[in-house]
């Protein structure tokens, strides 16, 4: 796919990139600087989307992109990561300071072949990213954190550039702890499995700020009945930059999880720019109908990276189903064209 000229220098550009199964963003700061959050695969060649993005632009990835984040671990975001960190050699690596439990206790256990844990694609990614980390260092995303910091002058806009994490918080750390102490076995005891904390909680959300125009990208960073967590422990919080964004990459697919009015109130320019992944693997649909209503509440400019698509149809009969799985024929739905939405 072939996506037209390369930003100039001055220009700020955030592209979101999604399948239906995945997504990543790139945001360009500004004089070929560049940042790529999470990783989803092109299914037209199974390259890394981000990759082909800026091949496509005629920019080099290993010169261009400063950090490289992971939001969390879950397989839609993270397929690829590891080959894009790979091939970004200059850059730096973020992700979040708590896993949870499953994840951690699969990437202790090294995949070998007498202690295999079933940790899915993203503790995969994992542990290769980490076996590309050593003498290039990771940094820890927590809450209201600098993450990078671009002086005024290198630019060819003439702005400074900052990087935020504005999660997990502090709370959320702490449960990720104590799930963790909760999962070693006591004297005389066996256990081997921990019930995880889901990581839609631990997710990282980031703001970019260029000059004095903002971006928020939630990641997807779920509510909680926890005001010390989730959303409601950024909106609180005193340490985060308070300017209001003007672009918003809309949390977990436009799912009602993800939400929170004062998010909207607060931290998003009125009638912003938002952008959001669908979710369409299998019979699961995001955003439905009511999130979709939802969102348009609050902004005229919402933009999704393919069709929206409702319940799928009806189930094969069971007889079918039958017949399909005595043969040995697995069905799986077609994956649409990697979808694209770019402002600059």
Not at 183 to 200: C, D, F, G, S
Not at 295 to 301: P, V
Not at 317 to 344: N, S
Request: proline letters at 6%; charged letters at 25%; glycine letters at 10%.
């Amino acid at each position: 796919m072939m996506y037209g000229e390369p930003p100039d220098a001055g220009t700020l550009e955030v592209t979101l990139l999604g399948p239906g199964y995945g997504e990543t963003v790139l945001v360009h700061f500004g004089s070929n600087r560049w940042l790529i959050v999470d990783s989803c695969l092109d299914l037209q060649d199974a390259r890394p989307a981000a990759i082909g993005y800026l091949e496509s632009l005629g920019i080099e990835p290993g010169a261009a992109v400063d950090l490289v984040t992971a939001s969390h671990w879950h397989d839609d975001h993270i397929r690829g990561l590891a080959a894009v960190l790979e091939r970004c050699s200059r850059a730096r690596f973020a992700c979040s300071a708590a896993l949870s439990a499953k994840e951690f206790v699969a990437a202790v256990s090294r995949f070998n072949a007498e202690n295999r844990l079933a940790g899915g694609s993203g503790v995969n990614e994992l542990y290769r990213i980490y076996a590309l980390l050593p003498g290039r260092g990771a940094m820890l995303a927590i809450a209201d954190r600098r993450l990078l910091s671009i002086p005024t002058g290198e630019l060819g806009h003439g702005l400074p550039v900052e990087v935020w994490s504005l999660s997990p918080a502090d709370k959320q750390v702490d449960k990720f702890l104590v799930e963790i102490g909760a999962a070693l076995p006591k004297i005389r005891e066996t256990k081997y499995r921990a019930v995880p904390q889901q990581a839609n909680e631990l997710s990282v959300v980031l703001l970019v700020s260029v000059g004095d125009v903002s971006v928020l990208l939630g990641g997807d960073l779920e509510e909680t009945a926890d005001i010390r967590t989730g959303w409601s422990a950024i909106i609180e919080s005193p340490g985060r930059p308070s300017h209001p964004a003007s672009v918003f990459k809309i949390p977990h697919h436009g799912s009602i999880t993800g939400h929170h009015d004062t998010v909207w109130d607060r931290m998003v320019e009125r009638d912003a720019w938002a952008m959001l992944t669908p979710f369409t693997r299998g019979r699961k649909r995001l955003p439905d109908t009511a999130d979709v209503a939802r969102i348009l509440g609050r902004t005229s400019n919402a933009y999704s990276t393919s069709v929206i698509r409702g319940k799928t149809g009806q189930r094969r009969p069971p007889a079918v189903e039958r017949t399909l799985k005595e043969v040995g024929v697995e069905l799986r739905p077609i994956m649409p064209r990697l979808g694209v939405i770019r402002l600059r």
